[in-house]
């Protein structure tokens, strides 16, 4: 295992991380081409820490955008910088992953961040389970990819209070206007809460 040192508006945060996260897609891929995880594309993006997660844990720091004990959930936590960072701010965190080393090395992350034990999820957008309800959804750099697209508003319905609101982390991609369009048709609408020049962060809702 690896770590990464980064400075969160002043606050110095150690990430324990995949030493090499290159050879580990590239030995994947290799090791079985014809696996369900490549065909499913299981591949590892949840072993790097992307710039997207570390703008959105920026603003979790700075901002006052958690209650303590407020019910979150953290879609697509990878390394679980953002769940450690949510968790250390006092809110009550469910984080979820589709692949399960994703979630040991955030359970790791929110023990040595946060001094907290998270409630950690296995979670396929396509097949959620039974909903449960949040008062806000967190997640970083997901809309990637076009086919996640429809599943991923369904969880944000699912999961969200029909008061809450989303923390959605998106890093500049063209293609993810795409993703916004298809959003607001769904009934949602957004602004921009924080613009960078490697992500922008925006409060997702219900359209009124």
């Excluded at 389970?129 to 944000?156: Q, T």
């Amino acid at each position: 295992m690896g770590n990464e040192q980064h400075n969160l508006c002043g606050r110095r945060i150690s990430v324990t991380c995949v030493e090499d996260a290159e050879e580990l897609f590239s030995r994947q891929v290799l090791s079985d081409p014809d696996s369900l995880e490549i065909r499913d594309e299981r591949l590892p993006y949840w072993a790097c820490l992307w710039p997207a997660a570390i703008v959105l844990s920026q603003l979790l720091v700075s901002k006052r955008c958690l209650n303590s004990d407020e019910k979150v959930l953290e879609l697509g936590c990878g390394l679980g910088l953002v769940s450690a960072v949510a968790s250390l701010k006092g809110a009550s965190v469910t984080a979820t992953d589709y692949q399960l080393d994703a979630l040991k090395f955030t359970r790791m992350n929110c023990l040595q961040i946060a001094g907290v034990d998270p409630n950690i999820m296995v979670l396929d957008w396509r097949d959620p389970p039974n909903p449960f309800k949040f008062s806000i959804i967190l997640g970083a750099d997901l809309v990637y990819e076009a086919r996640f697209y429809d599943p991923l508003i369904k969880c944000f319905d699912n999961y969200l209070d029909n008061k809450g609101h989303i923390l959605f982390s998106e890093p500049n991609r063209e293609m993810s206007q795409v993703f916004f369009d298809r959003l607001a048709y769904a009934g949602w609408q957004y602004t921009t809460i924080l613009k960078d020049q490697d992500a922008t962060v925006y409060r997702v809702e219900r359209a009124r």
